[in-house]
């Protein structure tokens, strides 16, 4: 047997074709294109294509696909109901979860998930649920944003795209502006996939038992809620108003490392340089900046916390995460901290979706084996004897 590895660190857990990271370098792909490249260039639609089904689209597949997304926007309203009868301080992630989880009970099918030849009726039946889930998350998200301050939501609209539609819905019927709708689509290319993290392991695990859908992205969606994996970027807000100014960073910095404290939004378990999605989230907050004429002062602070740490975590191969930056760009745009990991869950769910394929295209349950520490077999003891 392998030695014992905590956190199976470096332990192969599959064999994947989805995305690539280079830890040393800084380097991140998927299905080989960089990922720099598609921030620059692609759309969450045609990116999510690409994690899906293994290529870049052409224009026709590429409308298709689109189309068929904004069709299935809607949800159905015994959701909303759902929603209705939560209550309003239940957190966003916790909704998602729950609703994402009825989703199953509300669009029920017979089909088996396992995959067994390319085009089968399984193939068929995980590529149609994957549209739907797609669609429908921005809309959940949306939802229950307008719903927990007491407003009705507005209906999905279909002439919008994915992320202009998300932040219609999302800020009551406001028309989006061009520049936040173009830096979100990034944000959500960005997050959109990052090999076997908890996250996406969550989902093959499930997706491993020929579980449907709703039950793979709703594992998911909770095991990302934690502050260890997507649940950082709300606490990078939190720790950045604690410091309050620049000038105050350093300070604050040696206090917090001296107390072996977490600094929030730093450090990778596989980026021992700055992670690249990192610095492209902040070249847009640099870009919503100068088309606001004016520097955010938390963006100011993180600023300088990212240079002390240059020299306290930098040796250690601890750098800015992804985020770190991307907290600050979601504040700037008016999401409130509590919604970040849902534009988090937004974006990884077409990650988590090409894992679930891969995983029922060449399943094999996942079922670990452990180091036993308890006790040798004994002898059970009546309660009146213990
Ligand atoms: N702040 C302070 N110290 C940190 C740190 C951080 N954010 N991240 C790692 N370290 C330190 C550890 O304390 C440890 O120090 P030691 O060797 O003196 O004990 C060393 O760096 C190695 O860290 P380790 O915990 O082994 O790294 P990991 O790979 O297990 O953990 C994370 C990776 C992401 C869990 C960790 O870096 C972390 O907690 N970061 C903050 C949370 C975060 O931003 N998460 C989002 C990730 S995208």
Same mark, same amino acid.
Not at 9 to 12: L, R
Not at 86 to 91: F, K, Q
């Given at each position: 047997m392998t030695d014992y590895q905590p956190g199976l #660190?470096?332990? *192969?857990a599959t064999k994947s074709n989805i995305s690539f990271l280079d830890g040393k370098q800084g380097i991140l792909t998927y299905r080989g294109y960089r990922i720099v490249d598609l921030a620059e260039n692609s759309t969450y639609e045609e990116t999510a294509y690409l994690l899906l089904d293994g290529e870049l689209p052409t224009a026709a597949q590429l409308a298709m696909f689109d189309s068929l997304v904004r069709e299935h926007r809607r949800v159905k309203y015994n959701i909303r109901d759902i929603m209705k009868s939560? @209550?309003?301080?239940?957190?966003p992630m916790e909704m998602l979860q729950t609703a994402v989880a009825s989703l199953g009970m509300f669009y029920p099918n017979n089909v088996p998930? &396992?995959? %067994?030849? *390319?085009?089968d009726e399984s193939e068929q039946y995980v590529h149609g649920q994957s549209i739907r889930i797609l669609a429908r998350m921005a809309t959940l998200v949306a939802m229950w944003q307008q719903m927990r301050i007491g407003n009705d939501p507005v209906r999905p609209r279909t002439d919008l795209s994915y992320a202009a539609n998300f932040l219609y819905m999302f800020f009551n019927g406001v028309e989006p502006d061009p520049l936040v709708a173009r830096i979100i689509d990034t944000c959500f290319i960005l997050h959109a996939e990052h090999t076997i993290n908890a996250s996406t392991f969550a989902a093959m695990v499930t997706g491993s038992t020929l579980a449907m859908p709703s039950y793979v992205i709703s594992a998911a969606i909770g095991t990302l809620a934690g502050p260890l994996h997507g649940g950082a970027n709300e606490r990078v807000i939190t720790m950045l108003q604690e410091i309050g100014k620049p000038e105050h960073a350093r300070a604050w910095l040696e206090k917090k490392l001296a107390a072996k404290e977490t600094i929030w939004g730093m450090g990778h %378990? #596989?980026?021992?340089?700055?992670d690249p999605r990192a610095t492209l989230l902040q070249k847009l907050m640099r870009e919503l900046a100068d088309s606001q004429g004016t520097i955010s002062p938390l963006f100011e602070t993180a600023l300088a916390l990212e240079e002390a740490c240059e020299e306290s975590l930098a040796p250690k191969g601890i750098y800015p995460n992804v985020d770190f930056y991307s907290g600050i760009l979601y504040r700037e745009i008016?999401? @409130? @901290?509590? &919604?970040f990991t849902s534009l988090f869950a937004i974006a990884r769910t077409a990650g988590w979706l090409a894992h679930w394929r891969e995983q029922v295209s060449e399943n094999r349950i996942f079922r670990p084996t452990q180091v036993y520490t308890g006790y040798e077999p004994r002898n059970y003891m009546p309660v009146g004897e213990r």
């Open positions: #660190e470096g332990v *192969p939560s @209550p309003v301080t239940g957190h998930v &396992q995959i %067994r030849s *390319p085009g %378990r #596989e980026y021992k340089v700055k008016g999401i @409130p @901290p509590d &919604q």
